[in-house]
């Protein structure tokens, strides 16, 4: 296994990718630190083993270097956060950059400039990657969050490090949770997908669906599978040249045991931006000229019956257009449901930006098991797809 575990780090440079990627506010502040939080216990055990640490991120997307996207901005918060300080270098490959390094002691937090002020780092350049390296002795991929990217410090460097190569903790919390949610979660799993289009998880619905026990398809989605099965949706949002896959998905369920849970009612409107018209439908029979953007009351009560009644819950996307007030309800009720589970001992995970939002929005969220820091990198792994940051930990790489 490449988990950082017990490993002898005495005097030892680790370098670590890490995923500092915050957001700023207007005053180029951190405006949230909960990636910052992310990488800390991966920090803390280096120290705790024996060694320093080297930090490399990217910030932004900038095209060479760019001053509003230096790390240097965020080192404060960083060393806030660590409880350490922190020292920053202004490059992250070179000569010099290899002499401030050499000369870290134990216990010695350095964060380098920002990966990205070289064209190199995403294009996964052999030689950057090869000068990267040499600002340790050991390598640890901590950013899950760009684990999907086959970049210099995402992947290629792990190729000097055969043998010294390690998960950080946040990493390994990361695979741990994708395992239970598609391969070893307590059973029943449940999957609950929302949001706009089918055609974004497509690719995770053909996986999940032989992976879980039952998937709840709400929001936008839920249109497309509603017609497969032969309903009338007005204009709800679908996509017509998914018909036949969303057909193909409800035979697999229904040929292998496995349960689709579509949405009863949904909460409609005739106009998307001026919501004076609301009405509730039947999902199956929505009229011509209402479009449904929301869930209603009774697949509310659907829904909240079969999240009870599961072990493992894992949660991306939202139920309807809840960044309106009037058709948020079926989102907020999601969101109680799982607190309801999660104090029934069910293990609740949730990724994806906007539920999260939509759990803020409701107020304290650390009550949820796990929320993943992936974006892009949770749904490739959701699609079964193995990620080239993860791949790159293994030695034969
Ligand atoms: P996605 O990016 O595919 O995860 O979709 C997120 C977006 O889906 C959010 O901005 C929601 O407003 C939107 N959404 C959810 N339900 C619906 C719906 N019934 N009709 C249109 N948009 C929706």
């Given amino acids: 296994m490449f988990y950082l575990e017990s490993q002898d780090l005495t005097n030892k440079k680790a370098i670590i990718r890490v995923d500092l990627n915050v957001p700023l506010d207007e005053n180029n502040k951190v405006a949230d630190t909960t990636r910052i939080e992310a990488c800390t216990e991966t920090v803390d055990k280096v120290i705790k083993l024996g060694g320093s640490c080297v930090l490399l991120s990217h910030l932004g997307r900038p095209k060479g270097k760019d001053n509003k996207l230096s790390l240097k901005q965020i080192v404060d918060t960083v060393s806030l956060v660590f409880k350490r300080p922190v020292m920053f270098h202004e490059n992250c490959i070179g000569k010099e950059a290899e002499k401030v390094v050499s000369l870290l002691e134990p216990g010695q937090i350095i964060l380098m400039e920002n990966l990205r002020f070289y064209e190199e780092e995403t294009k996964g350049d052999l030689e950057f990657a090869e ?11 901590d950013a899950f969050g760009t684990c999907h990217r086959e970049h210099a410090s995402t992947a290629v460097i792990a190729k000097f490090f055969n043998g010294k190569k390690f998960a950080g903790k946040l990493l390994q919390k990361e695979l741990e949770v994708i395992n239970q949610i598609a391969e070893q979660g307590k059973k029943p799993v449940l999957t609950i997908l929302g949001g706009a289009k089918v055609s974004s998880k497509l690719k995770i619905l053909y996986n999940l669906i032989h992976k879980v026990d039952k998937i709840i398809i709400g929001g936008g989605m839920a249109y497309t599978f ?30 292998s045991g496995k349960e689709i849970i579509l949405p009863e009612d949904t909460i409609a409107s005739t106009d998307f931006d001026n919501n004076e018209r609301i009405k509730t439908f039947k999902t199956a029979k929505i009229e011509d000229g209402w479009m449904g953007l929301d869930i209603g009351k009774e697949s509310i009560e659907k829904f909240n019956k079969a999240i009870l009644s599961c072990n493992t819950v894992f949660w991306n996307g939202p139920m309807g257009v809840f960044e309106k007030e009037k058709f948020s309800l079926g989102t907020e009720a999601i969101c109680k449901s799982l607190r309801e589970a999660k104090s029934n001992g069910v293990n609740v995970i949730v990724g994806g930006g906007d539920s999260i939002a939509a759990l803020k929005k409701l107020g304290n969220k650390d009550w949820v098991t796990y929320i993943s820091t992936g974006g892009g990198a949770l749904l490739e792994s959701l699609e079964g797809k193995a990620l080239p940051g993860v791949k790159a930990l293994s030695n034969d790489y």
């Fill in 131 to 141: 000068s990267l390296s040499k600002l340790g002795d050991v390598y640890i991929n």
């Fill in 226 to 255: 509603i017609r497969a099965k032969g309903g009338k949706t007005g204009n709800s949002l679908f996509e017509e040249e998914l018909i036949e896959n969303a057909k193909e998905i409800l035979t697999i369920a229904e040929d």
